[in-house]
């Protein structure tokens, strides 16, 4: 599972005061809580479901023959999960026969009595009628996974114009049981038949293969889908409603995506990397793509970023992407690499317990930035690693375990831990066992344990069986123990001696002191010697002899330790870093360390070096590093930014340029910004707009309002709010909160909460001020759990703020009184975050 709500906080975060993550628990008594590995009494076999949806009523109906047998020892009971449904009948089947059994209910779990002692080994088959009633059952979500009903029925009497009417399911944790009576945990693995009853109109898929479609004659269908090979009820899926499938392939194996109709043009676009994902993975990992085919299909209102089901995984709805945003670069990519190398991690291996589910999120975070790396280049690589890992360390868990066996509720571990730093530990694991045996280790896992669940131990086990080592050190710091390294270095040269000294101080809390293994490279001019070293103190002095003092020591010369860094380089070595060191993250410590002394003008050289580095993500970062305030930095970079906005062959840092450039309020660059803003990037559209209301308001104005006429998004909803404020038009305000309630929980639509209170306080027409705040409301109770209340509610007493100037000058003050009552009777309904 992918839980964009992490991008989304840690993008946030400097807007909010510093906090608990959204699942931390001040209160520790929950440490005494053991929380085991399910016991394995009954093992599921084979699950068999007849299934038909009741729309007006959001019900399903259903019928599960369930084959199961004793793990090991007899037994003459059988207990399943089954949140919240209507059983209407319980029986054992013996041959044609169906016998009815004894058993209790009581509204989450099903005790059956069976109709005798059955030996371990021993198969036998329990019928079930059932209703399921997803509504009606309140189960706990999570930050990661918001609700847990499990079946959730969208728009089903079609209501809403502007919604498709879908059903779609969530298993993960253990909400497959809402809908379907099972044994509810990830150590369970069952083969699958699933029939669906539908309206003829609608497409279904589930997992494994479709085998067999049969019209009715009330006008529905019945699809059946088998899955041959055994995965977690947790892992089950059923998606209908109507979709355009497109198809491609894989080994003859058929690879489709469900999207909406009108991303059809679209959407080999936005999926078209799959095949190729599939490919690199099977070939880094020698173990093939193990089902029989892959789909994607994209889910109204999805409670989550995306879900894994097994040859069928679900997303939400921000995957789908029109071809102006896709300029700009498709923001799914990594969420979809990331769930299908869960088809490998998660799926054909599964963790034994939600204590490892760093078995199966770690190394799906991993595979982003395997996929970048292969795909788009090393740098590319190294940046979406480091964005991980800045979203762990933002993200305040450092009293984590990476496997929590103690946990408040199993919801709570879905977090920056489990992936992020997880995912952080995989990468530092392949740099210190070397590629060629990170990758047989991996190979060696996942063949030994196919089809079956696993903890952290067998992971250790196939990399000590590999590299010959022993890796329980490893383990012990990073997947049982919490926190991370805090690092001071301080270098010593001594010219008389010919010896450099590198102290490296580990100053983190606690008594904890990290084990690490560090390259730490010597650098003249572009001679490289490397010297490889082990941390493992509060304190380590290292002593290097040289012959000519060096021009640079680079501490952790691979930049892959997960750490704090606080590294005292001059600025000449940092300028020698980016030059002659070359990795993303040494590039992109220069130019930070650069961009703190701007009026020393070999650090504003190196900054304009920079602004022209290889990769478009280093010359983004470097442009929003840019001081402008000060003249000096102000006249050196301004004809690079020009070049840059009208040349970079990146949209985005076009974008930058431009955006910077509009600081300039030069009318020379009219021309350049009336061009941008036709562009067909809506970042570059964005930025040119806000540009041109610096030069030329009332084109500005004009050109808003043409393009408030077209559809519009992300950035160029923002802009077009914006020169709509200043113009003080209130005409757009239809365009504008269209947009904006169609925008996806994302962080374009956060960014756009700002702007749109500040219209607001501009709207006089009260009826549309009502519906425009709803609307703000709205995006705030999504928002709920994730502790941003505080700031939406801050944009909002603005608008009271705008509203109580506008009434000491207004003639008639009774409209705006009832629009300030309106916010703070909305502000008031929400008690919690402030």
């Not at 990476?402 to 509720?409: E, S």
Request: some cysteine; proline content about 3%; glycine content about 6%.
């Amino acid at each position: 599972m992918k839980n964009v709500a992490f991008v989304l906080l840690v993008l946030i975060s400097i807007q909010l005061s510093a906090q608990d993550g959204p699942d931390e628990i001040q209160d520790t008594t929950w440490k005494k809580l053991y929380r085991e590995t399910p016991p394995l009494i009954n093992d599921l076999v084979h699950t068999k479901l007849d299934v038909k949806f009741d729309y007006d009523k959001s019900y399903l109906y259903g019928k599960a023959w369930i084959t199961v047998k004793p793990h090991f020892y007899p037994t003459d009971s059988l207990a399943l999960d089954a949140k919240g449904m209507d059983i209407k009948k319980v029986a054992i089947v013996k041959g044609t026969a169906i016998n009815n059994l004894k058993y209790e209910y009581n509204g989450m779990v099903l005790h059956i009595k069976l109709d005798k002692t059955y030996k371990g080994g021993q198969d036998y088959t329990i019928y079930i009628d059932y209703t399921s009633k997803p509504n009606e059952y309140t189960g706990k979500g999570s930050a990661a996974i918001t609700d847990a009903k499990g079946l959730y029925f969208i728009n089903p009497k079609g209501l809403d114009k502007d919604k498709p009417t879908q059903i779609w399911t969530q298993g993960e944790t253990e909400a497959t049981s809402v809908w379907c009576p099972t044994i509810d945990k990830p150590n369970q693995k069952t083969t699958q038949e699933l029939s669906m009853t539908v309206p003829d109109k609608y497409v279904t898929l589930s997992n494994g293969k479709l085998s067999a479609q049969k019209k009715n004659a009330d006008g529905t269908r019945t699809d059946t889908w088998k899955m041959e090979q055994p995965h977690a009820p947790y892992l089950f899926f059923m998606g209908v409603g109507e979709y355009a499938v497109i198809k491609d392939s894989y080994k003859g194996k058929e690879v489709s995506y469900y999207v909406e109709k009108e991303y059809a043009p679209v959407a080999r676009k936005i999926f078209g990397n799959t095949p190729e994902m599939i490919a690199f993975f099977s070939k880094a990992l020698g173990v093939e793509y193990p089902w029989v085919k892959y789909a994607q299909i994209i889910g109204r209102d999805y409670v989550s970023g995306a879900m894994e089901n097994t040859t069928a995984t679900l997303h939400q709805e921000s995957a789908q992407q029109d071809a102006r945003e896709l300029i700009d670069g498709n923001i799914w990519e990594s969420t979809i690499a990331h769930e299908l190398f869960h088809q490998w991690f998660g799926d054909l291996v599964t963790t034994e317990s939600w204590s490892n589910i760093t078995l199966n999120e770690s190394f799906a975070n991993y595979s982003e930035t395997l996929w970048d790396e292969y795909k788009y280049g090393k740098d590319a690589g190294d940046a979406q690693n480091y964005t991980d890992m800045q979203g762990y360390l933002q993200s305040q868990s450092d009293k984590k375990d990476l496997v929590r066996y103690y946990y408040t509720d199993k919801e709570a571990v879905f977090d920056a831990v489990s992936y992020n730093k997880g995912g952080r530990i995989l990468h530092m694991l392949r740099n210190f066992v070397g590629d060629s045996a990170f990758f047989k280790s991996l190979n060696l896992y996942l063949n030994t344990n196919k089809f079956k669940s696993a903890e952290a131990h067998q992971l250790r086990l196939a990399f000590e069986e590999v590299t010959g080592k022993d890796l329980n050190w490893f383990w012990n710091q990073w997947y049982f123990g919490g926190g991370h390294p805090k690092l001071t270095i301080d270098y010593v040269y001594d010219d008389n001696a010919k010896k450099v000294q590198v102290i490296i101080r580990q100053t983190q809390s606690g008594d904890k002191v990290f084990r690490m293994p560090i390259a730490i490279d010597v650098y003249n001019g572009n001679n490289k010697t490397r010297h490889q070293v082990w941390v493992q103190n509060r304190t380590d002095t290292f002593n290097f002899n040289y012959s000519s003092r060096p021009d640079l020591v680079n501490v952790d010369g691979d930049k892959i330790l997960l750490a704090e860094k606080k590294d005292n380089k001059s600025l000449e070595n940092f300028i020698h870093q980016y030059k002659y060191a070359g990795t993303y993250l040494d590039r992109r410590e220069a130019v930070d360390a650069a961009s703190k002394k701007q009026d020393d003008p070999k650090a504003l050289e190196l900054m304009k070096v920079a602004m022209k580095d290889k990769y478009s993500g280093l010359r983004n970062f470097t442009i929003g590093k840019l001081d402008l305030k000060k003249e000096n930095v102000r006249k050196e970079v301004e004809p690079i930014l020009a070049d840059l906005a009208r040349n970079d062959d990146k949209s985005t840092v076009r974008a930058s340029a431009i955006g910077l450039l509009g600081n300039y309020s030069n009318p020379e660059y009219k021309a350049v910004f009336i061009k941008g803003v036709a562009d067909s990037s809506y970042t570059v559209a964005g930025n040119s707009l806000e540009a041109l209301l610096r030069v030329d308001s009332a084109q500005a104005i004009k050109e808003a309002k043409k393009l408030g006429s077209k559809e519009a998004k992300g950035k160029l909803v923002e802009s077009i709010t914006k020169v709509m404020i200043k113009s003080g038009d209130e005409s757009g305000f239809d365009v504008i909160a269209g947009a904006f309630e169609k925008m996806p929980l994302s962080q374009a639509k956060f960014n756009l909460v700002q702007p749109f209170c500040e219209f607001l306080g501009t709207v006089n027409n009260t009826k549309n001020f009502k519906e425009g705040i709803d609307m703000v409301i709205d995006f705030r109770s999504a928002l709920e759990q994730y502790g941003v209340a505080p700031v939406i509610n801050n944009f909002l007493k603005g608008v009271i703020t705008k509203k109580e100037t506008a009434k000491t000058v207004a003639s008639d003050k009774t409209g705006l009184q009832e629009q300030i009552d309106y916010v703070k009777t909305k502000i008031g309904d929400e008690k919690k975050g402030f």
